[in-house]
């Protein structure tokens, strides 16, 4: 017999050897050379945590007990994958872009993360798992003690070996599942280890099923006549029971904790799921393979009333097959283990993160000053949560005594897992589904579980006959396992089938009488429409698909076209042909850059984070936030450039308005000065005439005098006229210029002919005349009236005793320039704007003409296409007209 | 002679037919052709009227009456103001300055002779 000591030694240097394969692991994973790690061979072993010490040893006692039953716990997750494997392949993705942690964490984010939900999905997670726990350890102390009773020394061991197993694998689940705080939550080395014992297992469960086939019983067809013969041939399946038991497994299946640990949390790829879809299957059919024979064939050859569950372990023994009973000792064991520890590491993520966190945040206080330190508290929460977790599973085996009720706790786990269902279903398939219908499902379902199978379940001492007989409060129709009348069910169908239901009602009804918050709404859509957003199965950096939403979010923000630039740009500033940069932490910081100006920079990061950070937020909501922003900035911006308008055109009125006083001003000044510059000649002319008619005997000389001011004054009156036209037709540009060619001698020659031309004391000349040899093309008689007006000012108003007038000639690039300098005082410094202006005169002594000559130079000039300006800092009064050499004129 | 009217009057033609009318009616004409230093050609010439244009160089006619107005020995000094501008608005600033007579241009030579000797009349009376 092998002695206990022998057991405990094989126990540790297995638990030893994973530890080292797990260890390795986990540095192969870290050094970056994991790649067979993350194969889907290692996947697939990892599911097939689902077959617990439960199935393992279990299945063999379902079949003794119930025949072909026990079938529907393997077939549950086989429909699944592969019935419903577009389904995993949803809620892989969907757990991988939103970074969930735990089934918990996956439905409080799709329901707007509600931490209410997470909690309540986790209570009922802790609910329905620890007995589950605790049936591990039940089974491993079991198995102990199957061995212990053949080993004297040894049976005071079996009270202490669950407290050890129980210790040991919260080390071991302590060790590698909390070693990091990765934020994809991936284990490689506790998935490894797992993955090694879904190895052992099948290997003993197909080397104990080979043993009793081939060793005991003749081969396969003795083996068939030997079930043929059986009881469980012969016994029918409840069909209710044969499919709710099919559901529940399959709701199990992707509702566990644990399942949804390396399913989805602990999923590299997702086209693993492919491999997974039919090879996960193959290792139920295997793992189920031989279960009735070993079932039959225990029940023939071991005496009445062993226990089936332990027929794994007591046939090899019976048969003195030491070494193939360890072999199914380590298979068991091998279940246990791994199955609790994956749950504890699920667990306590879920109790840490939903449960201990949000309370320890808050007793720091809103949890605002979350600093370094969280990480430690993270990983301490974890240990303390995985420790908790195993101290509640083995306070549970201790305290329910291991008896029967134990064994038949799996089942009732697994409807009470299933109420998380809906929800889960739900999320995924249906945008209307809301927090609160989540809520209000999940509440009535475990209300219900916890009603009709649960507590009755757990026998007498918990709830009262009375309540079971009668119903609660004595209302019949409360009865636990007859709800609203209905009898003659199974308990566990009865249960189901009301829990559900109720629960995927509560659901649909709360969720389409409730509204969504917005995160709920943008979650919703993220969750149902993940293949649209998300890139293919290539994995979670598909760069060129994040650079073009990059770029359709930021043409919705920037422009189509000012986007497109900008992503040309950056692609070729990245050295790359194609039309999309690579999303690089560069390239993405300008681009937040350039957006941050259009929406602010808050927003830019977030966009871009949602984006390339792949969470949270479909990119079809953002593009939705994006398009509602773009349009708030167009309405925005239409209104400023309104508003700018209005005060442009307020300005423009206003200027208008100044314009027009300003005018009328002109006007009245104008019509002031016509006014005063007729009134004073006819004045002087009224005056003489009639002193030349009234007074008599006037002297001769005195009668030619009067009548030369009268002359005069008329002759000043008809100048006055001209000019006034003269101007006036020349501001109007209704000047008809008549050009023709001639030379600029010749012009000035006349000019001074006839500006000096009577006078009493003429202007002395400095010219060069050889330099005004220049052949001109202009209106050569507007010309002369300019240098005559000019000639003329410098004779009325220089006052040196020599007056000269220097004309110098300059040909600057195409154009004339030709200086008039005198040598007399000229033009003081503030008079010498307003010159040009009409009626301007500097000094009053001198004043002969009406003040338009300059004015009517200056207008000449612009016609000709040149100008006339006064030279400041010459000797005397100075004038430059500068004149292009032939004047093109195109209106002509 | 008592009877003297000094005349500013920046325009030749215009001070000389004043002058002629003036000195055939028995006036001591004294003539001033610029604005900028009438005011104290005025209180220095013990004139008994005066003849003021509004358009003046260097100051113009109405700021003149406001000085003279305001100065102790030149208040009530008959003052005839001409105006070849003849807007009303130069009539209104005009008697508001203080003026006691105004004139547009062109005048007729005995309306002038009549408002000064009216003038001459009034300030003798008083």
Known sequence: ?????????????????????????????????????????????????????????????????????????????????????????????????????????????????????????????????????????????????????????????????????????????????????????????????????AVVKLIALLAVGVFVVWGIAGGVVDTLQRIDASEIGVWQVDHGRWATITFLAAAAFVCLPRMFQVMVVENDDERHLRTAAWAFPLYLMLMSLFVVPIAVVGLEILPEGSNPDLFVLTVPLAQGQEMLAMLSFLGGFSSATSMVIVAAMALSTMVSNHIVMPIWLNAKGGGASVSGDVRSVVLYARRVSIAAVLALGYFYYRLSGGGAALASIGLIAFAGIAQILPALVGGLFWRGATRTGALVGLTVGFVLWLFTLLLPGMGAGVLAPSVIEQGLWGLSWLRPQALFGIEGLDPMVHSVMWSLSLNSAAFCIASLLSFPSPLERLQGAQF????????????????????????????????????????????????????????????????????????????????????????????????????????????????????????????????????????????????????????????????????????????????????????????????????????????????????????????????????????????????????????????????????????????????????????????????????????????????????????????????????????????????????????????????????????????? | MGRRVLLIEDEPNIAEAIRFLLTRDGWHVETHADGADAVEKIAGASADLIILDVMLPGKSGMDILRELRDRDDTRDLPVLMLTARGQSRDRDMAEKAGVSRFMTKPFSNAEVLTAVRDLHAQASQT
């Open chain 1, 1 to 197: 017999m092998t002695s206990l000591n022998v057991l405990v030694a094989v126990c540790l240097s297995y638990v030893v050897l994973l530890f080292g394969v797990a260890f390795a692991a986990d540095r192969l994973a870290s050094a970056g050379r994991s790649t067979w790690l993350r194969s889907p061979l290692v996947y697939t072993l990892s599911l097939s945590i689902y077959c617990t010490a439960w199935t393992f040893y279990g299945a063999v006692g379902y079949a003794a007990r119930s025949g072909l039953e026990f079938v529907t716990i393997y077939l549950g997750p086989t429909l699944v994958m592969i019935g419903w494997w577009w389904g995993l392949r949803k809620l892989v993705r969907v757990g991988r872009s939103q970074r969930v942690t735990s089934i918990a964490d996956l439905i409080s984010s799709r329901y707007g993360k509600s931490n209410t939900l997470a909690v309540c999905v986790t209570i009922l997670a802790v609910i329905g798992v620890t007995p589950y726990i605790a049936l591990q350890l039940q089974s491993i102390t079991l198995s102990f003690s199957i061995f212990a009773e053949a080993d004297p020394a040894g049976s005071h061991v079996e009270g202490s070996s669950a407290f050890w197993v129980a210790a040991g694998l919260a080390v071991f689940a302590i060790l590698f599942g909390t070693r990091n705080l990765d934020a994809n939550e991936r284990h490689h080395g506790v998935v490894t280890a797992v993955a090694i014992e």
């Open chain 1, 528 to 892: 149902v429409n993940v293949f649209d957003h998300s890139a293919g199965p290539r994995g979670w950096s598909g760069s060129v698909a994040q650079s073009e939403d990059l770029m359709i979010m930021s043409q919705r923000i920037m422009g189509a076209r000012e986007a497109q630039e900008f992503f040309q740009a950056e692609a070729k500033a990245q050295g790359s042909r194609a039309y999309f940069p690579e999303p690089t932490p560069a390239f993405l910081e300008r681009l937040e850059r350039e957006l941050s100006g259009s929406v602010g920079a808050a927003t830019a990061h977030a966009m871009i984070g949602q984006i390339v950070g792949g969470s949270s937020v479909s990119v079809e909501d953002l593009l939705a936030v994006a398009d509602e922003s773009a349009q708030l900035l167009e309405y925005s911006s239409r209104l400023e450039a309104k508003s700018a308008e209005l005060s442009r055109t307020a300005h423009k009125l206003r200027d208008a308005n100044e314009k027009l006083t300003q005018i009328s001003l002109q006007k009245d000044a104008f019509l002031s000065q016509i006014s005063h510059e007729l009134r004073t000649p006819m004045t002087s002319i009224r005056a003489f005439s009639e002193i030349l008619r009234d007074t008599d005997g006037l002297e001769v000389a005195e009668k030619t005098r009067y009548a030369a001011i009268i002359h005069d004054e008329a002759m000043r009156l008809t100048r006055l006229l001209n000019d006034l036209l003269d101007l006036s037709v020349l501001e109007n540009g209704q000047v008809s210029l008549n050009v023709t060619e001639g030379m600029l001698v010749d012009v000035i020659d006349r000019a001074i002919s006839t500006a000096l031309t009577g006078s009493a004391n003429p202007l002395k000349l400095r010219r060069n005349r050889a330099a005004e040899r220049i052949s001109i093309r202009t209106d050569l008689d507007r010309l002369t009236q300019v240098f005559i007006n000019l000639i003329a000012n410098a004779q009325k108003y220089c006052e040196s005793h020599e007056p000269t007038l220097t004309i110098s000639v300059h040909d600057v690039g195409g154009r004339v320039v030709v200086d008039l300098v005198d040598n007399g005082s000229g033009i003081p410094p503030h008079s010498q704007k307003m010159v040009f202006e009409k009626f301007a005169r500097v000094s009053a002594e001198k004043a002969g003409g009406a003040g338009l000559g300059l004015a009517i130079c200056r207008e000449i000039m612009q016609r000709l296409g040149g100008n006339v300006i006064y030279l400041p800092g010459q000797e005397g009064g100075a004038f430059r007209v500068s004149l292009p050499l032939g004047l093109e004129i195109a209106a002509q």
